[in-house]
Each structure stands twice: as C-alpha cells, then as structure tokens.
C-alpha cells in the first residue's frame, strides 16, 4: 500500500461548511497528488505537490486549495463545501525518477455534502 | 492532451473465461500502468508497463509504444477478478486516466 493512509475515511458534510481531508505517507515520497472518483468520469487530477509548498492545479481545482507544509501530509480543503463536490477522494505518491515511476493510491475518502 | 480510451466499456464473463482489455491512446508516453479497482473501492496496481510484456499469475500485459496501445490478460477469470480495470498513461504531465472496462465474472 505504499505506506499512504487518508482520513477521515468517511465524512458527511452540510452545503456550505469548510472541509479538510488529509493525506499522509511515511516513505518520503517527493510527489502527491489528490484525484476525484465519480460515476461516468473515471479518476481526474484536483492539486498535486513536487515538494513541500509547492503544488500546481490539476484539471478539476476550482472550489479546492491544497497545502503541503511537510512531506508527509498533504491537505486537502473544500473551503466551502457544495454538493457537487460529493465524490471519492483518493491520495498518490508516485515512486520513481520524473520519467519513469509508478503510481500508488490511497484507500479513499468517501465525502457526502447534503 | 492525451487521450486514453478503453475498450470494451463494459465485460460480462462466466467463471475460468479468459478475456482481453484494450488501451489505446493518442501520442507517445513515457509511462503506462494498469490498476485494478475492486468492488470494495481499492485501487491496486497491476503493472508498470510502458512498453513491453510482463505477467504476474494469470494476468499479463503488453504494451505496444509505437502503434499507441497496451493489452491487459485475464485468464481462467475467478469473481475475484470482478471490478473495473483503469489504464493510465504519462505524456509530460500527472497520470491521465482512462474511463475503464467494468468486468464481472459470474460462478
């Protein structure tokens, strides 16, 4: 599993409440990434990090803001929460060089917003 | 960007069928993998395998580089086979996703 836990694993939320979801990993990987999961959509890209403070935009950010202040953690934040954002999250590392590595998922977070 | 597309969208299968999944996609990539989510939402990791063939039990794989596509086996299916297989390649950006094959494999 690649040392990647996530929590909480499941949570339930109201329209309009902020939300964080974390990410830790315990192998020190340099590059974490948050995806959604939702029916018809497959897994799509939200923030990813290359290091500590250093993140980019992925192809569905809007409403979400991420951080990263140790390798370790890498938060995830509905400032505030809408129903469209209820889905799946699930957190990567990648282990590797930037040309040739292999991606690993956590085990998700299963968000409801009512 | 690139483009991944996976065939078929859907495969239904008798136990100890043997099956093929497809993965094209749309200009050359530097890595490819194939994962396996299970009914219980799990993502695992099948292979690695940006060109070339590898198996692992009764699952292999090959991927074709220079005509864009990889091939994931399944032989002598078993329910827990059952879920949706996911190809991902890179270009020069994160992983892009395919939309997946759901596969069910019935006793």
């Known amino acids: 599993d690649a040392g990647i836990t996530q929590s909480p694993r499941h949570k339930v939320t109201e329209t309009g409440t902020p939300v964080t979801l974390r990410c830790h990993q315990t192998?020190?990987?340099?590059?974490m990434y948050w995806y959604r999961q939702d029916p018809g959509h497959g897994l799509r890209l939200i923030h990813y990090s290359y290091g500590v403070k250093d993140t980019d935009k992925g192809e569905v950010s809007d409403g979400y803001s991420v951080s990263r202040s140790k390798t370790e953690d890498f938060l995830l934040t509905l400032e505030s929460a809408t129903s469209s954002q209820t889905s799946v999250y699930f957190c990567?590392?990648?282990?590797?060089?930037?040309?040739?590595?292999?991606?690993?998922f956590g085990p998700g977070t299963r968000l409801t917003v009512t | 960007g690139i483009q991944v597309e996976q065939s078929p969208p859907d495969l239904i299968l008798q136990e100890g069928a043997n099956s093929t999944l497809r993965c094209n996609f749309s200009d050359s990539v530097n890595n490819l993998q194939w994962f396996h989510q299970n009914p219980w939402g799990q993502l695992i990791n099948l292979f690695y395998i940006p060109s070339g063939t590898k198996q692992n039990g009764r699952l292999s794989a090959t991927t074709v580089a220079t005509e864009r596509y990889s091939l994931l086996y399944i032989s002598s299916s078993q329910t827990t086979d059952s879920g949706v297989y996911f190809c991902?390649?890179?270009?020069?950006?994160?992983?892009?996703f395919g939309k997946g094959t759901r596969l069910s494999v019935i006793a």
């Open positions: 991902a390649v890179l270009e020069n950006t994160p992983l892009v």
């Open positions: 990567a590392i990648t282990e590797g060089t930037d040309l040739s590595y292999e991606q690993y």
């Open positions: 192998e020190n990987h340099r590059y």
